[in-house]
């Protein structure tokens, strides 16, 4: 079963402020992945983490993989309406086809 | 354009109607992958392959099937819908582990199912 616990489960936010959000397992991860969903569309890649410790940003997105192996950070900063979807964090527990997913967190931006 | 193309993208069937539906991807991954999506429950795998005839299940694979007989295609059947398969159903590829910065599941569009 799912193995990923996600939070918050949504956040409504103001244009211009930052938003965190983190995933946490219960079992060690090689891996985080994070994922961004636009309405009516699939999810799509983000940021990949591959280390302990690793920060790694893209544009206003940055994420950490977690010291322990065990939790991922995404950070959002200065928040504009497109940012508005839902996050997913993600990671491969023992194999990479079994790739689970957190339930995520819906972000919705107002101006 | 590399893509996952899956059809079709919104479906309205009966209880025990056999549906099949479709996914093809263009980028040669070996990986595979079906998902469900359920308000509330986020992304959950349905089955996935690792490679050609190489099928296994994920964590929600009661009432369905797939197959891999291409590289190519990775077919999500139901044999015999019922209402509690209504949901929203994803197809993904992937390289899988073995090339480090290009992991992670790629997805298609997404198919609507609804059975009545």
């Known amino acids: 079963g799912q193995q990923l616990n996600q939070s918050p489960q949504s956040m409504f936010i103001q244009e211009g402020e930052d938003v965190s959000m983190n995933c946490t397992s219960s079992s060690i991860f090689n891996t985080w992945l994070w994922y961004k969903q636009d309405p009516g569309e699939g999810p799509v890649l983000l940021i990949a983490?591959?280390?302990?410790?690793e920060l790694t940003s893209n544009g206003r997105l940055t994420a950490q993989f977690g010291i322990t192996r065990k939790d991922s950070f995404l950070n959002i900063s200065a928040s504009i309406p497109s940012d508005v979807g839902i996050y997913f964090c993600?990671?491969?527990?023992?194999?990479?086809?079994?790739?689970?997913f957190g339930a995520g967190t819906q972000v919705v931006v107002t101006p | 354009e590399a893509q996952v193309t899956q059809n079709p993208r919104y479906l309205i069937t009966v209880t025990g109607k056999k549906l099949t539906v479709t996914c093809s991807q263009n980028m040669n991954h070996e990986y595979m992958s079906w998902y469900r999506q359920d308000p509330g429950l986020g992304l959950r795998q349905i089955y996935y392959s690792m490679n050609v005839e190489v099928t296994d299940k994920g964590d929600v694979p009661e009432g369905y099937k797939v197959s891999r007989k291409e590289k190519r295609n990775f077919p999500l059947i139901l044999e015999s819908p019922s209402p509690n398969q209504t949901s929203l159903y994803f197809c993904a590829s992937s390289w899988g582990g073995r090339v480090t910065g290009r992991n992670g599941y790629t997805f298609g569009s997404g198919t609507r199912l609804t059975v009545v």
């Open positions: 993600a990671g491969p527990p023992d194999n990479w086809g079994k790739l689970q």
């Open positions: 983490l591959y280390k302990a410790g």
